[in-house]
């Protein structure tokens, strides 16, 4: 026989089995507090109940029934009893807290008998029946998914008919009525009658709590916090107690710490005479903690001695519920508190100086993904409280901006240039927005999904962008939108929120980020344990400096093509794509080299000695091409050829699957010029700045898209060729590496082969997750969402790297990779870089370093310094 149900003096610490408030209720227990006590219904139980099509076993009924019999026991009170009836709330509980994801049924066990013994052994008819009429709703509610709001509105029609104002002035006879309409409500709604039999309502309120596991907020939560969807949540099943007996009584929440600030000293609120819910509830305005030492300070003092007991015990700031019976404390809940980041980096900082913990726990103790929210333009948490959405839409790249409305790229680089802060509006982005994106404060797009072109370059930029808002009607021609019946034309003030995807109709203050105090404090420390190197992907200067701000130790990834898309040089790269000669091609090059020399100047004094991996053009050519018809006739002009041969040339290099199409290292192939020019400048610029600044750069040439050992070497020898030709000519000297990305699967498989040429790998996992699943990240969008909700895929695996599938091409490379060449370096450069478990990952692989965005790189540092912790070799 296996145990599903334990009491509480029987459970333990262990989280996965009992959830957190279980596990947290059992060991309080243990402490001997104050706990209402109960049993707990394993997680377990409720996987056995999902496996077995959403029905409890008869083994787990029965030992529900028995711990119930054990309760009655303990508590002195019977189920269903007209002396002295037992009630219990029926609480949720998974291994992770998830906060209002799942439902809680308080005040079990009332019946018609039953409500009659509770007046009696209280006497206090009205408490009796007020119980009542709230379990009934919340049953009703959770249980048989009758809306909340049918009760809501029986209650408003009494309060009418009696003339009262609040519910409290409602008396015992009134609430009396108000349970016969709601059992007829129910009547009517179910077809049966209310259950007057205690124990069916307990087992259906347990399975109810169950099938809330699948709800649809707590899917969303779980693919928003990556826990997956087996592990199930506990029931637990406790003794009710009382807030709302009177004067005397009372409920409320506290943290022993600040949430918001992570000051230390007890904040919260109660109220008196009130039940669970009614505090966050805001039906009335909660008192704060503080005003318990006035109104019972023996109460209250027992009540902080508890709570300091508490935060010693779990050496963590502690988020507790408790209610007060009579003059009576109970603690009904507690947990390691959430928090802001900054409160987070204040309490692990304050609990290391307190000698509570150790820096080595203290770093392991703030998420890295919270950083997030410290790295980007922030709203005014006062002004934002004002402020009311019109819409919502992706978050896809946090931050807060506020500007006034531009519908193209050109505009809204005029209005910055004039020094207007700006919001580019457009049905989606593309390549040639680059420019209007940098000069934005945030981006808003009508289609596009997390990874769609908007997302990815407003994140590597840190720029805020919320995407993918279809309900806004937009008039590009017209430059007007609307949106929640309000029309926005250009120059209007919007406001958006990149961490929740609101959209606002109006300015919003922000406050700029710093990293000083306790961040400074507690990043030095987590670098004290990290190995794992941490790159930037910067495409300028000033990126780069933004890295190395952050604390970036390198770049793993420096784009070359964002590059060519500046107004001066865009005319010359399309003449070098669309030209027939090779002669003709290199004259374009060679007008291009000294401004990509430059380029790479800039960045190279920007990182000063750190590495530097510069890849070599990477997109389909015809994304540098005119698309309007004005812009092909400036073009043929320029290039003296007729409209007609331009534009035949530029459907020539039309290609029906661009993604799998003529680029990467393809296209140096075709044209080993490209190749010959980047090297060339990407060398120069290494051997000026070696002569003006004393720098001793070691470039990192990177070439993209190989599958293939003799591709990668016909490459790499057109690029050593020019290397070397350029060290020779500057009689100085200078080491450079030559090395590709691993993004192909088949690169993966043979990497073994490519090693024996290539000096570093750095892994493309955007492509290489894009060519292994066969979907591109463009459209992957539109159906992924089908794939969360029928639970195939439970997060994107172009934000999150899949590791069994991608990742274990990755783990083959970087085997097959060292057993030919021990030394070879390794590295990520895809968006994937930034991502904490992703990071996790390519520690236990064995890379050498992960690059990402700037704005992620004290998240990825982080990431680190925790793998290297809990997974030392
Ligand atoms: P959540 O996880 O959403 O906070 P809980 O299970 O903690 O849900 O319960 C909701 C509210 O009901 C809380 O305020 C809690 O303190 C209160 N509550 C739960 N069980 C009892 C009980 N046995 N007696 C009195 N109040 C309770
Ligand atoms: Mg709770
Ligand atoms: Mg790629």
């Not at 002195?76 to 219990?88: A, C, M, Q, S, Y």
């Not at 309502?201 to 969303?220: C, D, G, T, Y």
């Not at 926005?488 to 959209?503: A, Q, R, V, W």
């Not at 092909?632 to 661009?658: C, D, Q, R, V, Y």
């Amino acid at each position: 026989m296996n145990k599903w149900v334990y009491m509480f003096k029987e459970a333990d610490n262990n989280k996965n089995l009992f959830g957190g408030k279980g596990a947290n209720l059992a060991e309080m227990t243990k402490l001997d507090l104050p706990i209402p006590q109960g049993f707990i219904v394993t997680t377990e139980a409720c996987t056995e109940y999902y496996k077995n099509e959403k029905t409890m076993s008869d083994e787990v009924v029965n030992q529900i029934k028995s711990s119930l019999a054990e309760l009655e026991k303990i508590s002195g009170k019977k189920f269903g009893d007209t002396e002295n009836p037992l009630l219990v709330s029926v609480r949720s509980g998974a291994r992770v807290s998830m906060p209002g994801m799942m439902d809680t049924v308080l005040n079990l066990g009332l019946t018609d008998v039953a409500v009659e013994g509770l007046a009696k052994k209280t006497g206090n008819e009205r408490f009796a029946y007020d119980s009542y009429r709230r379990f009934i709703q919340m049953f009703s509610d959770v249980v048989m998914e009758i809306p909340k709001h049918s009760f809501e509105k029986l209650i408003d029609e009494l309060k009418k008919e009696k003339n009262v104002e609040f519910d409290t002035q409602l008396d015992a006879n009134d609430l009396k009525e108000l349970v016969k309409r709601f059992k007829a409500l129910y009547q009517k709604e179910l077809n049966s009658e209310f259950p007057q039999d205690p124990e069916t309502q307990l087992l259906e309120a347990v399975k109810a709590v169950f099938r809330s596991w699948m709800n649809p907020r707590a899917i969303v939560y779980r693919r928003m916090n990556d826990f997956p969807s087996d592990w199930g949540t506990a029931v637990n099943v406790q003794m009710m107690v009382f807030g709302n007996m009177g004067d005397t009584s009372g409920t409320g929440v506290a943290f022993t710490r600040n949430p918001s600030t992570g000051e230390a000293g007890i904040y919260g609120e109660y109220l008196i005479n009130a039940q669970g819910e009614d505090v966050v509830a805001g039906i009335r305005t909660p008192n704060p903690i503080t005003q318990l030492e006035q109104d019972m300070p023996e109460v209250f003092k027992q009540f902080m001695d508890i709570s300091n007991q508490l935060e010693k015990h779990y050496r963590d700031m502690q988020d507790m519920e408790f209610t007060v019976e009579n003059g009576k404390l109970y603690f009904l809940q507690t947990r390691n508190g959430k928090r802001t980041a900054d409160a987070a980096l204040r309490i692990a900082v304050e609990l290391v100086k307190e000698g509570m913990i150790t820096e080595k726990e203290a770093v392991l103790r703030v998420e890295p993904k919270q950083l997030d929210q410290l790295l980007h333009p922030m709203f005014d948490p006062k002004a934002l409280k004002e402020a009311k959405p019109i819409g919502k839409a992706l978050p896809a790249s946090p931050g807060a901006a506020t500007g006034k409305v531009y519908f193209t790229a050109e505009d809204a680089k005029n209005a910055a240039d004039r020094g207007e802060q700006v919001i580019l509006t457009r049905l989606e982005t593309s390549p040639e927005d680059i420019e209007g994106m940098a000069a934005a404060r945030g981006i808003l797009t009508v289609r596009g999904g997390m990874t769609s072109h908007a997302a990815v370059v407003a994140r590597g930029m840190g720029t805020c962008c919320v995407s993918g808002c279809g309900e806004i009607k937009i008039n590009e021609e017209e430059k007007t939108f609307t949106l929640d019946g309000k029309t926005f034309k250009e120059g209007d003030y919007i406001s958006l929120d990149g961490s929740t995807g609101n959209i606002y109709g109006e300015q919003i203050k922000t406050v700029d980020p710093e990293i000083t105090g306790n961040f400074e404090i507690f990043m030095k420390w987590a670098d004290g344990y990290r190995t794992l190197k941490v790159r930037t992907n910067a495409d300028t200067p000033h990126d780069a400096q933004n890295g190395v701000h952050f604390g970036a130790e390198g770049i793993g990834l420096c784009r070359t093509e964002h590059m060519f898309f500046e107004e001066d040089r865009i005319l010359k790269m399309r003449k070098m794509i669309v030209a027939k000669e090779e002669e003709e091609r290199v004259k374009a090059l060679n007008d291009l080299l000294p401004m990509q020399k430059g380029d790479f100047v800039g960045i190279y004094e920007a990182m000063q000695e750190r590495p530097v991996t510069v890849r070599l053009l990477d997109p389909p050519l015809h994304e540098f091409l005119p698309h309007t018809e004005e812009d092909i006739k400036h073009l043929a002009n320029e290039m003296s050829i007729s409209f007609e041969e331009l534009n035949s040339t530029i459907e020539g290099l039309h290609e029906f699957n661009p993604m799998m199409g003529h680029r990467g290292c393809r296209l140096s192939v075709s044209y080993p010029e490209i190749a010959k020019m980047q090297s060339t400048a990407i060398i120069q610029a290494a051997l000026q700045v070696k002569k003006e600044k004393g720098y001793n750069i070691i470039p990192e040439i990177m070439i993209p898209l190989v599958g293939d050992k003799k591709e990668f070497q016909y490459v790499s020898n057109i690029v050593k060729k020019a290397a070397d030709e350029e060290i020779a000519k500057s009689g100085q000297e200078l080491k450079y590496l030559v090395g590709t990305m691993i993004e192909v699967p088949r690169a993966a498989i043979v990497a073994d082969k490519i090693a024996e040429e290539a000096e570093f790998f750095s892994f493309g996992t955007n492509d290489l997750t894009q060519m292994t699943f066969g979907f591109s990240r463009d459209d992957a969008g539109k159906f992924l969402e089908d794939y969360y909700e029928k639970g195939i895929y439970e997060s994107d695996p172009f934000a999150r790297l899949d590791q069994e599938g991608v990742g274990e091409l990755v783990k083959m490379a970087v085997e097959k990779g060292r057993a030919t060449r021990p030394n070879i370096k390794l590295g990520i450069c895809g968006e994937h870089g930034g991502d904490p478990s992703t990071v996790e990952f390519c520690y236990k692989v064995g890379l050498d370093y992960v690059s990402c965005s700037p704005f992620r790189v004290p998240i990825a540092r982080l990431a680190a310094a925790q793998a290297a912790i809990l997974y030392a070799k």
